[in-house]
Structure formats: structure tokens, C-alpha cells
């Protein structure tokens, strides 16, 4: 069974830095496409950031140029270093691991806001 806990979530002013990550668990980690999601207040789920086992990425076109996802298959976890961040980037952000099926992360708030 997969698990996902994610980390790093929290209150930054607009412009600033947070780094999210994500610890799994389970054997199937290096195999699987990992992605980074997010829920808006009021809105439906939408990609942010997904990386493949290979090391291929793609960003929604909200994010591109201000964060970057990166994996560390010896350790199982996925990041998202978000810089430059605005205001309309609040959002509980999850993790996801795809192979067959979806698993996802409970969740953390981040909140933009000065």
C-alpha cells in the first residue's frame, strides 16, 4: 500500500520561497510518475507539476519560470520549490503518485499573503 505525507506548507508574503515535500512509501516510488496538485478556495482540483520516472517534467503554465519539482528515488520523496510566489498560488496543495492508479497525500495549506 502506498502512503504519501506531505511537508513545508504555510504562510509567505507574496515574493517569497517555500520548498514542499512529499515522503512515500512503498516500493513502487522510482517507477511511478510523481505530480504536485492544488485546490484553490472555491475551486476544482488542477495540476501544478508532475515529474516521470525518467526525469521528464511539465508545469502548468501558471507556475512555469517559478517552481520546480525534482525527485530523489534513493530517498522516495518528490519536492516543489516555489519562488516568486503570488497571492492567487494559495491552495491546499497534495502529492500524487500515478502507476495503474492514483494515490494521493493529505494535503498542506499554503497561503500567499501579505
Known amino acids: 500500500q502506498v502512503q504519501l505525507a506531505e511537508s513545508g506548507g504555510g504562510l509567505v508574503q507574496p515574493g517569497g520561497s517555500l520548498r514542499l515535500s512529499c515522503a512515500a512509501s512503498g516500493r513502487i516510488f522510482s517507477i511511478s510518475t510523481m505530480g504536485w496538485y492544488r485546490q484553490p478556495p472555491g475551486k476544482q482540483r488542477e495540476l501544478v507539476a508532475r515529474i516521470t520516472s525518467g526525469g521528464s517534467t511539465n508545469y502548468a503554465d501558471s507556475v512555469k519560470g517559478r517552481f520546480t519539482i525534482s525527485r530523489d528515488n534513493d530517498k522516495n520523496m518528490v519536492h516543489l520549490q516555489m519562488d516568486s510566489l503570488k497571492p492567487e498560488d494559495t491552495a491546499v496543495y497534495y502529492c500524487?503518485?500515478?502507476?495503474?492508479?492514483?494515490?494521493w497525500g493529505q494535503g498542506t495549506q499554503v497561503t500567499v499573503s501579505s
Open positions: 500524487n503518485l500515478f502507476l495503474i492508479r492514483d494515490f
